[in-house]
């Protein structure tokens, strides 16, 4: 007794098929594969992991802009049907503190002026650099 459809090869539901970009429909092919878009995460899990952990180790990023990196990314991924921004900006907050040295420790001020932080985001989806999303974002002590 086969299976159908075969192992892996389960199609993505409409509204699924429909949250993806046409261009990432179109690079998946038809009918899109629940394999096909885990691969694809996957693969992007692997060169976004290895870019951030490479600009740590050569201290290409601060420890403020690897947080916003962090963000930035797991936003761009929108995770969660609800609570994507409270969730990243934890994330963030908790990277930040991770990658500080010590001394006077920070946390981000997430009080923005929010069309300007998201037409930053959206830079950043396009060039994936967080510099100029990260000197946006103020910091304050974490003793405030």
């Known amino acids: 007794m ?21 261009g990432i429909r179109e690079l998946l092919g038809e009918p899109v594969s629940k394999t096909a878009v885990y691969d694809l995460e996957q693969a992007v899990q692997e060169q976004v992991s290895e870019t951030l952990l490479t600009a740590v180790l050569d201290d290409t990023l601060t420890p403020h802009q ?33 990658a500080q040295d010590g001394g006077v420790l920070e946390q981000y001020d997430w009080e923005l002026d929010k069309p300007r932080y998201i037409a930053l985001l959206r830079g950043y989806d396009m060039h994936r650099d967080p510099r100029e999303l990260a000197a946006f974002i103020p910091v304050r002590s974490l003793d405030e």
């Open 2 to 22: 086969s299976l159908t459809p075969g192992y892996g090869e389960t199609p993505v539901s409409a509204d699924e098929a429909d949250a993806l970009l046409p």
């Open 66 to 98: 690897l947080g916003i990196a962090a963000h930035a990314e797991t936003v761009r991924i929108h995770p969660f049907t609800d609570g994507n921004g409270r969730t990243t900006r934890l994330l963030a907050d908790l990277v930040f503190l991770a």
